[in-house]
């Protein structure tokens, strides 16, 4: 009988040993056996905790969620204001947060990504999570656009971090975040200022 209290630490060594091994192998060569005998367990508690691989994959990707949403709220909440472009830069720190761009985090989040066109329960988080992106954007750009106007704007921000993101994830050479913000906020202020000037 296993140990009360340990199901969390196993499932977190899980997930940590799955971001491992895509690192070093990708999804497609990641065996349940590999993942196991990395997070020190038998190859049955991925079984017992996650029905599988496909299971473990979408626990892994909401942990990496859950961090992404974690910094969002800090970089937020550490906020004195409630301006739409303070909130707005917050939220595209976050998205190029340490926490987003180790290369153990950016091969989970490129295999989620192919693999969401093939599982259901994997699209559905995918969507959620793009939906999230798009509703919060849109929600500051609203402070100071009319809808016609922070509806694309909130397009055209979501597509320039996922963009950017994607292009440095891709990159043979380390991913330059403090570029990709600065293009981001650049973004930011031009739909701002330009809708405060119009």
Do not use: C
């Not at 056996?33 to 599988?52: D, L, P, T």
Request: glycine share 8%; charged share 20%.
């Amino acid at each position: 009988m296993p140990k009360v209290g340990m199901e969390p630490i196993r499932r977190q060594q899980l997930i940590d040993a799955t971001m491992a091994i895509i690192d070093e192998a990708g999804l497609a060569d990641s065996t349940i056996m590999q993942i196991s005998r990395r997070a020190g367990v038998s190859a049955g508690i991925i079984s017992h905790y996650f029905g599988g691989k496909d299971g473990l994959l979408e626990a892994t990707m909401r942990h990496i969620l859950g961090d992404l949403g974690k910094s969002v709220a800090r970089r937020r909440q550490a906020l004195n204001s409630n301006d739409a472009k303070a909130h707005l830069y917050a939220i595209v720190e976050s998205n190029f947060d340490r926490s987003q761009v180790s290369q153990a985090v950016m091969k989970t989040w490129l295999a989620f990504w192919t693999t969401s066109m093939h599982k259901p329960n994997l699209q559905r988080l995918q969507r959620v999570n793009d939906r999230r992106l798009y509703s919060n954007i849109s929600h500051q750009f609203r402070k100071h656009l009319p809808p016609a106007q922070a509806r694309p704007a909130a397009q055209g921000l979501a597509a320039l971090i996922d963009g950017l993101w994607l292009r440095g994830a891709l990159a043979p050479e380390k991913f330059d975040t403090s570029n990709a913000v600065a293009l981001a906020r650049r973004y930011i202020d031009e739909q701002l200022d330009g809708g405060n000037t119009a």
